[in-house]
């Protein structure tokens, strides 16, 4: 039987793939993300870096905005960041910078996820990072994707 905090994992990365999804359907790279403050959904967010015509449109910066505005504040220290993919050193930073406590993601980005660019955590010093939830969904959505982009 899977436990407790694997299952409340699931069910938010669930809601970063719907998300993710939402990027897919509007022809932009296919990753979501959500915030999560006690057990409630504060911010969420999807690439839009088309739409925008802005590279920084990313999901985790996207879920960061949505989140600070409904609480108030410019530090999510109780939050936990579901992200469909790694985050890319950019996020990262943003990541670390906002003091979120808890990074969960999907699929590894090998190209261009921040564990490509350094062996240290650029995140907060207390956050946890959870990596490979929903893994293979994720990645294959980003599969996906680019398979009919070429």
């Not at 839009?48 to 905005?65: G, L, R, S, Y």
């Not at 985050?87 to 921040?114: F, T």
């Not at 907060?124 to 398979?147: D, Q, W, Y």
Request: charged share 25%.
């Amino acid at each position: 039987m899977m436990d407790l905090q694997r299952q409340k994992d699931e069910r938010f990365m669930r809601m970063a793939l719907e998300e993710a999804r939402q990027a897919f359907e509007a022809d932009e790279v296919p990753i979501g993300a959500v915030v999560v403050c006690n057990g409630r959904v504060v911010g969420r967010g999807h690439n839009m870096t088309e739409t925008f015509n802005d590279v920084t449109a990313h999901a985790e910066m996207q879920a960061i905005t949505a989140a600070v505005n409904t609480l108030g504040g410019k530090y999510l220290p109780e939050c936990t960041l579901y992200v469909t993919v790694e985050p890319c050193l950019m996020c990262a930073g943003a990541i670390g910078w906002s003091q979120v406590s808890r990074i969960v993601y999907g699929a590894g980005d090998s190209k261009r996820g921040y564990t490509t660019f350094t062996h240290r955590q650029p995140f907060h010093a207390r956050a946890t990072i959870t990596a490979g939830v929903l893994e293979n969904e994720c990645a294959e959505l980003m599969k996906t994707f680019f398979a009919r982009k070429r």
